[in-house]
């Protein structure tokens, strides 16, 4: 089975370019996420899809993120303009329910550079 | 607040020995789960171990087990027999509304490196 994917993994683009990062979460997991982790932080929740719809976008830092997951399979995270501070790993994840107990599976994450 | 400490920035152990990672969190829920997660250079982050809070067994898999103490809300990570494929990023985290939802709370992380 394979597990969470996330494309790039690496970026590297300059400050108000726009950059969008892919999620491809395990098949059959109804429930995806999005987290950051700036460097030498803790890794945050940024949102939390259940199929399509957004159950939980509270950790979203400003307006100039963007998450979507058309057709409740693929999402995309589109940060535009880019800042400086948005630099960071963005981890993608999934699981099948989201009652607290269950497994949450992650991505490698993607590497953002904004210069 | 729902906080997760972790105030250990980076740890070093010899392959074979024992190291405990520790984690500190503050919640005012009762019922709750707490997670261990390793992420090894450019790989994937993979739990490693879970705990109910209410049972008062501690979890163990394999080499790895908790000491958790509910009352002082600490939950620490023992690592046993070390391997070199046991270098990676560690990462405490829990549910902080209990179990409502799995939004995740995480700590800072403790890099573990283990030299040969």
């Known amino acids: 089975e394979a597990g969470v994917t996330q494309f790039p993994s690496h970026s590297v683009i300059e400050k108000g370019q726009t950059v969008t990062l892919r999620c491809d979460p395990i098949?059959?997991?109804?429930?995806l996420y999005w987290y950051r982790r700036v460097m030498g932080k803790e890794i945050k929740f940024l949102l939390h899809f259940v199929k399509e719809s957004k159950q939980d976008e509270s950790g979203m830092p400003n307006n100039r993120f963007l998450a979507e997951r058309t057709g409740g399979t693929y999402s995309t995270l589109k940060v535009q303009p880019a800042e400086l501070e948005d630099s960071g790993v963005y981890f993608c994840?999934?699981?099948?329910?989201?009652?607290?107990?269950?497994?949450?599976?992650f991505g490698e994450g993607s590497w953002l550079t904004v210069v | 607040a729902q906080t997760v400490t972790q105030s250990q920035p980076e740890m070093s152990v010899q392959e074979a020995e024992t190291v405990t990672l520790s984690c500190t969190y503050d919640?005012?829920?009762?019922?709750?789960?707490l997670f261990w997660y390793k992420q090894p250079p450019s790989r994937q982050m993979i739990l490693v171990i879970r705990?109910?809070?209410?049972?008062?067994q501690n979890a163990t898999e394999n080499r790895f087990s908790v000491n958790f103490q509910k009352a002082a809300k600490s939950f620490s990570l023992k690592i046993s027999d070390s391997q070199l494929g046991d270098t990676a990023m560690y990462f405490c985290a829990f549910p902080p509304y209990g179990g409502a939802t799995n939004k995740l709370i995480f700590g800072t992380g403790t890099l573990l490196a283990v030299q040969p």
């Open positions: 919640t005012s829920e009762n019922n709750y789960y």
């Open positions: 098949s059959g997991h109804d429930n």
């Open positions: 994840a999934s699981s099948r329910d989201w009652n607290s107990g269950n497994t949450i599976y």
């Open positions: 705990q109910e809070a209410y049972k008062q």
